[in-house]
Protein backbone atom coordinates (compact mmCIF):
# COMPACT_ATOMS: atom_id res chain seq x y z
CA UNK A 1 0.00 0.00 0.00
CA UNK A 2 1.60 3.46 -0.80
CA UNK A 3 1.90 6.07 1.80
CA UNK A 4 -1.54 8.27 0.74
CA UNK A 5 -2.13 11.73 2.45
CA UNK A 6 -5.73 12.04 2.26
CA UNK A 7 -5.46 15.82 4.00
CA UNK A 8 -6.48 17.33 0.52
CA UNK A 9 -10.02 14.56 0.35
CA UNK A 10 -13.43 16.71 1.15
CA UNK A 11 -15.65 13.61 2.37
CA UNK A 12 -18.90 13.81 2.97
CA UNK A 13 -20.41 11.35 5.88
CA UNK A 14 -24.44 10.91 5.81
CA UNK A 15 -25.62 9.30 8.40
CA UNK A 16 -28.77 9.77 10.70
CA UNK A 17 -26.92 7.83 13.61
CA UNK A 18 -24.97 11.05 15.77
CA UNK A 19 -22.92 8.12 17.81
CA UNK A 20 -22.14 6.73 14.06
CA UNK A 21 -21.14 9.69 12.40
CA UNK A 22 -19.68 11.27 14.96
CA UNK A 23 -17.12 8.20 14.78
CA UNK A 24 -16.73 7.55 11.13
CA UNK A 25 -15.46 11.70 11.09
CA UNK A 26 -13.30 10.78 13.95
CA UNK A 27 -11.63 7.95 11.89
CA UNK A 28 -11.54 9.67 8.75
CA UNK A 29 -9.67 12.51 10.50
CA UNK A 30 -7.45 10.49 12.35
CA UNK A 31 -6.54 8.45 9.18
CA UNK A 32 -5.33 11.75 7.56
CA UNK A 33 -8.11 13.22 5.75
CA UNK A 34 -8.22 17.16 5.85
CA UNK A 35 -12.29 17.78 5.46
CA UNK A 36 -15.32 15.79 7.03
CA UNK A 37 -18.19 17.32 6.33
CA UNK A 38 -21.71 15.31 7.61
CA UNK A 39 -25.32 15.69 7.36
CA UNK A 40 -27.96 13.57 8.81
CA UNK A 41 -29.98 12.33 6.04
CA UNK A 42 -30.35 11.70 2.14
CA UNK A 43 -32.15 14.92 2.15
CA UNK A 44 -29.79 17.14 4.21
CA UNK A 45 -27.10 15.78 1.87
CA UNK A 46 -29.06 17.01 -1.17
CA UNK A 47 -29.31 20.11 0.08
CA UNK A 48 -25.55 20.53 0.64
CA UNK A 49 -24.43 19.36 -2.41
CA UNK A 50 -26.88 21.60 -4.45
CA UNK A 51 -25.39 24.48 -2.64
CA UNK A 52 -21.55 23.66 -3.26
CA UNK A 53 -22.46 23.32 -7.37
CA UNK A 54 -24.48 27.04 -7.10
CA UNK A 55 -22.06 28.80 -4.61
CA UNK A 56 -19.08 26.92 -3.30
CA UNK A 57 -17.94 29.96 -1.67
CA UNK A 58 -21.12 29.88 0.51
CA UNK A 59 -20.87 26.25 1.13
CA UNK A 60 -16.79 26.56 2.55
CA UNK A 61 -15.64 23.66 0.18
CA UNK A 62 -15.32 23.36 -3.77
CA UNK A 63 -16.15 19.92 -4.29
CA UNK A 64 -16.52 17.00 -2.73
CA UNK A 65 -14.14 13.90 -3.44
CA UNK A 66 -16.07 11.27 -1.82
CA UNK A 67 -19.48 10.14 -0.23
CA UNK A 68 -19.75 7.73 2.60
CA UNK A 69 -23.77 7.18 3.46
CA UNK A 70 -25.68 5.50 5.57
CA UNK A 71 -28.31 3.18 3.37
CA UNK A 72 -31.05 3.51 6.01
CA UNK A 73 -32.41 6.62 6.90
CA UNK A 74 -35.61 8.92 6.81
CA UNK A 75 -36.81 10.22 4.82
CA UNK A 76 -34.25 10.03 2.14
CA UNK A 77 -32.33 7.01 2.37
CA UNK A 78 -28.21 6.30 1.13
CA UNK A 79 -30.09 4.87 -2.25
CA UNK A 80 -32.30 7.85 -2.74
CA UNK A 81 -29.06 10.05 -2.63
CA UNK A 82 -27.55 7.62 -4.89
CA UNK A 83 -29.72 7.92 -7.45
CA UNK A 84 -29.59 11.83 -7.16
CA UNK A 85 -26.09 12.35 -7.28
CA UNK A 86 -25.80 10.11 -10.39
CA UNK A 87 -28.96 10.48 -12.08
CA UNK A 88 -29.51 14.37 -11.09
CA UNK A 89 -28.90 17.44 -13.27
CA UNK A 90 -28.40 19.23 -10.18
CA UNK A 91 -25.44 16.75 -9.14
CA UNK A 92 -22.22 18.63 -8.62
CA UNK A 93 -20.61 15.65 -9.36
CA UNK A 94 -21.97 12.64 -11.04
CA UNK A 95 -18.54 10.77 -11.03
CA UNK A 96 -18.11 11.31 -7.43
CA UNK A 97 -17.02 7.91 -5.53
CA UNK A 98 -19.59 6.65 -3.60
CA UNK A 99 -19.71 3.99 -0.72
CA UNK A 100 -22.84 2.36 0.83
CA UNK A 101 -21.99 1.92 4.46
CA UNK A 102 -25.01 -0.72 5.96
CA UNK A 103 -25.72 -3.62 8.25
CA UNK A 104 -27.18 -5.37 5.56
CA UNK A 105 -25.04 -6.85 2.99
CA UNK A 106 -26.69 -9.94 1.73
CA UNK A 107 -26.00 -10.34 -1.65
CA UNK A 108 -29.75 -9.02 -3.08
CA UNK A 109 -29.22 -5.50 -0.96
CA UNK A 110 -25.40 -5.15 -2.61
CA UNK A 111 -26.56 -6.13 -6.36
CA UNK A 112 -29.44 -3.23 -5.67
CA UNK A 113 -26.91 -0.66 -4.96
CA UNK A 114 -23.96 -1.80 -7.48
CA UNK A 115 -26.95 -1.14 -10.22
CA UNK A 116 -27.68 2.57 -8.90
CA UNK A 117 -23.78 2.93 -9.35
CA UNK A 118 -22.53 2.29 -6.21
CA UNK A 119 -18.60 2.47 -6.14
CA UNK A 120 -18.15 0.64 -3.18
CA UNK A 121 -19.67 -1.24 -0.43
CA UNK A 122 -18.86 -1.03 3.33
CA UNK A 123 -20.60 -3.66 5.88
CA UNK A 124 -21.52 -2.42 8.87
CA UNK A 125 -19.45 -3.19 11.61
CA UNK A 126 -17.04 -2.13 9.95
CA UNK A 127 -13.36 -2.42 11.05
CA UNK A 128 -10.44 1.15 10.58
CA UNK A 129 -9.14 -2.25 8.24
CA UNK A 130 -11.50 -2.44 5.96
CA UNK A 131 -12.48 1.52 6.12
CA UNK A 132 -8.28 2.65 5.15
CA UNK A 133 -9.13 -0.70 2.38
CA UNK A 134 -11.82 1.27 0.96
CA UNK A 135 -10.07 4.97 0.92
CA UNK A 136 -7.08 3.04 -0.98
CA UNK A 137 -8.81 0.90 -3.26
CA UNK A 138 -10.73 4.15 -4.43
CA UNK A 139 -7.16 6.04 -4.72
CA UNK A 140 -5.66 3.23 -6.59
CA UNK A 141 -8.22 1.09 -8.65
CA UNK A 142 -10.62 3.86 -10.27
CA UNK A 143 -12.92 2.50 -12.53
CA UNK A 144 -13.90 3.83 -15.89
CA UNK A 145 -17.73 5.06 -15.82
CA UNK A 146 -20.29 3.32 -18.10
CA UNK A 147 -23.32 4.69 -19.67
CA UNK A 148 -25.92 2.63 -21.14
CA UNK A 149 -29.61 2.26 -21.48
CA UNK A 150 -30.34 1.26 -18.23
CA UNK A 151 -27.10 1.64 -16.18
CA UNK A 152 -25.17 4.46 -15.80
CA UNK A 153 -22.38 4.13 -13.12
CA UNK A 154 -18.30 2.84 -12.30
CA UNK A 155 -18.00 -0.38 -14.37
CA UNK A 156 -19.42 -3.31 -12.60
CA UNK A 157 -16.94 -5.26 -13.60
CA UNK A 158 -13.77 -4.84 -12.06
CA UNK A 159 -11.47 -6.77 -13.68
CA UNK A 160 -11.16 -8.13 -17.38
CA UNK A 161 -13.12 -11.71 -17.71
CA UNK A 162 -11.99 -14.33 -20.26
CA UNK A 163 -14.49 -13.84 -23.10
CA UNK A 164 -15.68 -17.49 -22.96
CA UNK A 165 -16.79 -16.61 -19.51
CA UNK A 166 -18.46 -13.84 -20.72
CA UNK A 167 -22.26 -13.43 -20.64
CA UNK A 168 -22.29 -10.50 -22.56
CA UNK A 169 -20.00 -10.16 -25.33
CA UNK A 170 -19.84 -6.61 -26.64
CA UNK A 171 -18.43 -5.89 -30.05
CA UNK A 172 -16.01 -3.05 -29.98
CA UNK A 173 -18.46 -1.36 -32.65
CA UNK A 174 -21.09 -0.83 -29.81
CA UNK A 175 -18.41 0.75 -27.48
CA UNK A 176 -17.74 4.33 -27.53
CA UNK A 177 -15.32 6.17 -25.40
CA UNK A 178 -16.88 9.64 -24.87
CA UNK A 179 -14.17 11.01 -22.28
CA UNK A 180 -10.85 10.02 -21.56
CA UNK A 181 -8.57 11.67 -19.55
CA UNK A 182 -5.99 9.16 -18.25
CA UNK B 1 -27.63 8.11 -50.60
CA UNK B 2 -29.00 7.86 -47.45
CA UNK B 3 -27.90 11.05 -45.01
CA UNK B 4 -25.73 8.39 -43.47
CA UNK B 5 -24.49 6.96 -46.37
CA UNK B 6 -23.54 10.23 -47.52
CA UNK B 7 -21.83 11.66 -44.28
CA UNK B 8 -19.91 8.20 -44.11
CA UNK B 9 -18.88 9.11 -47.73
CA UNK B 10 -17.54 12.69 -47.02
CA UNK B 11 -15.54 11.13 -43.75
CA UNK B 12 -14.22 8.19 -45.16
CA UNK B 13 -15.82 6.07 -42.93
CA UNK B 14 -17.17 2.50 -43.96
CA UNK B 15 -20.77 1.92 -44.47
CA UNK B 16 -20.89 -0.05 -41.05
CA UNK B 17 -19.08 2.80 -39.07
CA UNK B 18 -21.72 4.83 -40.16
CA UNK B 19 -24.52 2.31 -39.48
CA UNK B 20 -23.30 1.70 -36.07
CA UNK B 21 -25.14 1.63 -32.61
CA UNK B 22 -23.53 1.87 -29.61
CA UNK B 23 -24.86 0.37 -27.06
CA UNK B 24 -22.33 1.56 -24.35
CA UNK B 25 -20.30 4.80 -23.77
CA UNK B 26 -17.12 5.06 -21.59
CA UNK B 27 -15.81 7.57 -19.72
CA UNK B 28 -12.27 7.35 -18.28
CA UNK B 29 -11.55 10.29 -16.37
CA UNK B 30 -7.89 11.34 -14.86
CA UNK B 31 -7.41 9.91 -11.61
CA UNK B 32 -8.22 13.09 -9.36
CA UNK B 33 -7.56 10.93 -6.22
CA UNK B 34 -4.66 9.96 -6.40
CA UNK B 35 -3.16 13.25 -7.67
CA UNK B 36 -4.87 14.62 -4.27
CA UNK B 37 -3.32 11.51 -2.80
CA UNK B 38 -0.01 12.46 -3.37
CA UNK B 39 1.65 9.89 -5.09
CA UNK B 40 3.86 11.47 -7.83
CA UNK B 41 4.28 14.94 -5.58
CA UNK B 42 7.77 15.74 -5.01
CA UNK B 43 8.71 14.80 -1.75
CA UNK B 44 5.67 11.99 -1.34
CA UNK B 45 7.54 8.73 -0.72
CA UNK B 46 5.98 4.97 -2.20
CA UNK B 47 6.35 3.54 1.63
CA UNK B 48 3.71 1.53 3.16
CA UNK B 49 0.79 3.33 4.91
CA UNK B 50 2.30 5.85 7.73
CA UNK B 51 1.55 3.75 10.79
CA UNK B 52 1.12 6.74 13.11
CA UNK B 53 -1.82 7.22 11.30
CA UNK B 54 -3.42 4.06 11.59
CA UNK B 55 -2.13 4.10 15.37
CA UNK B 56 -3.70 7.10 16.03
CA UNK B 57 -7.37 5.99 14.23
CA UNK B 58 -6.76 2.68 16.59
CA UNK B 59 -6.44 4.58 19.49
CA UNK B 60 -9.60 7.20 18.41
CA UNK B 61 -11.56 3.50 17.79
CA UNK B 62 -10.30 2.70 21.22
CA UNK B 63 -11.81 5.82 22.68
CA UNK B 64 -15.11 4.79 21.08
CA UNK B 65 -14.85 1.67 22.23
CA UNK B 66 -14.83 2.37 25.86
CA UNK B 67 -17.77 5.17 25.12
CA UNK B 68 -20.16 2.41 23.57
CA UNK B 69 -21.61 1.20 26.24
CA UNK B 70 -22.91 4.33 27.61
CA UNK B 71 -24.79 4.75 24.10
CA UNK B 72 -26.22 1.00 24.36
CA UNK B 73 -27.54 1.82 28.09
CA UNK B 74 -29.48 5.10 26.25
CA UNK B 75 -30.50 3.07 23.47
CA UNK B 76 -31.97 0.02 25.26
CA UNK B 77 -33.44 3.05 28.01
CA UNK B 78 -35.26 4.34 24.89
CA UNK B 79 -36.39 0.69 23.55
CA UNK B 80 -37.90 -0.05 27.16
CA UNK B 81 -39.68 3.12 27.09
CA UNK B 82 -40.73 1.78 23.35
CA UNK B 83 -42.12 -1.26 24.85
CA UNK B 84 -43.85 0.37 27.56
CA UNK B 85 -45.70 2.64 25.64
CA UNK B 86 -46.63 -0.47 22.74
CA UNK B 87 -47.72 -2.50 25.72
CA UNK B 88 -50.29 0.06 26.77
CA UNK B 89 -50.76 1.27 23.14
CA UNK B 90 -52.83 -0.87 20.60
CA UNK B 91 -52.89 -1.05 16.89
CA UNK B 92 -51.13 2.08 15.11
CA UNK B 93 -49.55 3.25 18.60
CA UNK B 94 -48.23 -0.46 19.03
CA UNK B 95 -46.85 -0.72 15.40
CA UNK B 96 -45.80 2.77 15.18
CA UNK B 97 -43.62 1.43 18.38
CA UNK B 98 -42.55 -1.80 16.28
CA UNK B 99 -41.10 0.13 14.01
CA UNK B 100 -38.87 2.54 16.47
CA UNK B 101 -37.75 -0.68 18.02
CA UNK B 102 -37.19 -2.61 14.73
CA UNK B 103 -34.75 0.48 13.84
CA UNK B 104 -33.16 0.95 17.00
CA UNK B 105 -32.50 -2.49 16.84
CA UNK B 106 -31.11 -1.62 13.37
CA UNK B 107 -28.68 0.54 14.44
CA UNK B 108 -27.04 -2.09 17.38
CA UNK B 109 -26.77 -4.63 15.14
CA UNK B 110 -24.95 -2.34 12.85
CA UNK B 111 -22.06 -0.92 16.00
CA UNK B 112 -22.35 -4.00 18.17
CA UNK B 113 -19.20 -5.30 16.04
CA UNK B 114 -17.16 -1.93 15.36
CA UNK B 115 -17.12 -1.72 19.36
CA UNK B 116 -15.69 -4.77 20.24
CA UNK B 117 -19.46 -6.26 21.21
CA UNK B 118 -20.36 -8.83 18.72
CA UNK B 119 -23.24 -9.87 21.21
CA UNK B 120 -25.03 -6.59 20.87
CA UNK B 121 -24.94 -6.81 17.11
CA UNK B 122 -26.11 -11.01 17.69
CA UNK B 123 -29.33 -10.08 19.16
CA UNK B 124 -29.59 -6.22 17.49
CA UNK B 125 -30.00 -8.45 14.49
CA UNK B 126 -32.36 -11.17 16.02
CA UNK B 127 -34.56 -8.08 17.36
CA UNK B 128 -34.28 -6.12 14.25
CA UNK B 129 -35.38 -8.91 11.62
CA UNK B 130 -38.42 -9.97 14.81
CA UNK B 131 -39.80 -6.52 14.57
CA UNK B 132 -39.81 -5.93 11.12
CA UNK B 133 -42.57 -4.38 9.02
CA UNK B 134 -44.42 -7.52 8.27
CA UNK B 135 -43.82 -8.83 11.97
CA UNK B 136 -46.77 -9.40 14.15
CA UNK B 137 -47.23 -7.37 17.14
CA UNK B 138 -48.91 -9.46 19.69
CA UNK B 139 -48.50 -9.18 23.37
CA UNK B 140 -46.35 -12.44 22.91
CA UNK B 141 -43.94 -10.51 20.56
CA UNK B 142 -44.03 -7.62 23.41
CA UNK B 143 -42.14 -10.51 25.93
CA UNK B 144 -39.72 -11.02 22.87
CA UNK B 145 -39.03 -7.55 22.61
CA UNK B 146 -38.38 -7.61 26.42
CA UNK B 147 -36.24 -11.02 26.37
CA UNK B 148 -33.81 -8.79 24.07
CA UNK B 149 -33.78 -5.76 26.21
CA UNK B 150 -32.86 -8.02 28.74
CA UNK B 151 -30.38 -10.01 27.22
CA UNK B 152 -28.28 -6.79 25.87
CA UNK B 153 -28.58 -5.30 28.90
CA UNK B 154 -26.74 -8.17 30.80
CA UNK B 155 -24.00 -8.00 27.71
CA UNK B 156 -23.45 -4.44 28.98
CA UNK B 157 -23.92 -4.32 32.56
CA UNK B 158 -20.78 -7.06 32.96
CA UNK B 159 -19.29 -5.94 29.94
CA UNK B 160 -18.99 -8.98 27.70
CA UNK B 161 -16.93 -8.03 24.52
CA UNK B 162 -16.09 -10.77 22.18
CA UNK B 163 -18.42 -14.09 21.83
CA UNK B 164 -18.58 -13.85 25.35
CA UNK B 165 -17.58 -17.32 26.38
CA UNK B 166 -19.81 -19.33 28.17
CA UNK B 167 -21.63 -16.06 29.36
CA UNK B 168 -22.29 -15.69 25.85
CA UNK B 169 -23.68 -18.90 24.97
CA UNK B 170 -25.81 -18.63 27.61
CA UNK B 171 -27.25 -15.72 27.21
CA UNK B 172 -27.77 -16.96 23.66
CA UNK B 173 -29.58 -19.55 24.94
CA UNK B 174 -31.98 -17.90 27.12
CA UNK B 175 -33.01 -15.54 24.33
CA UNK B 176 -33.84 -18.38 22.25
CA UNK B 177 -35.95 -20.08 24.83
CA UNK B 178 -37.70 -17.26 25.29
CA UNK B 179 -38.15 -16.72 21.91
CA UNK B 180 -39.72 -20.14 21.46
CA UNK B 181 -42.11 -20.01 24.52
CA UNK B 182 -43.62 -16.80 23.31
CA UNK B 183 -43.70 -18.05 19.62
CA UNK B 184 -47.41 -19.63 19.08
CA UNK B 185 -46.52 -22.42 16.96
CA UNK B 186 -49.00 -22.44 14.00
CA UNK B 187 -51.87 -24.98 14.23
CA UNK B 188 -51.02 -28.58 13.20
CA UNK B 189 -52.03 -29.07 9.08
CA UNK B 190 -55.18 -31.61 9.60
CA UNK B 191 -54.62 -34.99 8.02
CA UNK B 192 -56.63 -36.72 6.36
CA UNK B 193 -57.81 -39.09 9.44
CA UNK B 194 -58.97 -35.53 11.35
CA UNK B 195 -60.83 -35.24 8.59
CA UNK B 196 -64.55 -35.03 9.07
CA UNK B 197 -65.83 -34.73 6.37
CA UNK B 198 -64.25 -37.72 3.98
CA UNK B 199 -62.91 -36.90 0.75
CA UNK B 200 -65.35 -38.80 -1.52
CA UNK B 201 -63.02 -38.70 -4.79
CA UNK B 202 -59.72 -38.20 -5.02
CA UNK B 203 -58.97 -36.75 -8.66
CA UNK B 204 -55.61 -38.15 -10.07
CA UNK B 205 -54.11 -36.26 -12.19
CA UNK B 206 -52.39 -38.22 -15.34
CA UNK B 207 -48.80 -37.85 -14.74
CA UNK B 208 -46.53 -36.88 -17.64
CA UNK B 209 -44.78 -39.29 -18.75
Known sequence: ?182 | MTTAEQTAQATGETETDAKRIIKVRLFRLRNKLKEKAGVGRAGVGDSTIATEALEKALSEMKKSQDEYPDWVRATLTELADDLKAATDGIDEERRKRFRHISALAHELKGQGGTFGYPLISVFGKSLNELTDREANITDSHLEIVKAHIDVMRAVIKDRIAGDGGDVGRELIAVLDRAIKKHTVAPPPRPTAQSNRIPLKATVTRPTKK
Open chain 1, 1 to 182: MANYSFDMFNVLVVEDNRYMRSMLRTLLYAIGVGNVLTTSDGGEAIELLRKIKEAPAAAGVSSIDIIFSNWQMEPVDGTMLLKWVRRSKESPDRFVPFIMVSGFADFQRVSVCRDLGVTEFLAKPYSVDSLLGRLTGLVERPRQFVLTENYFGPDRRRRPSPQALERRVMKESEMEIIYDDR
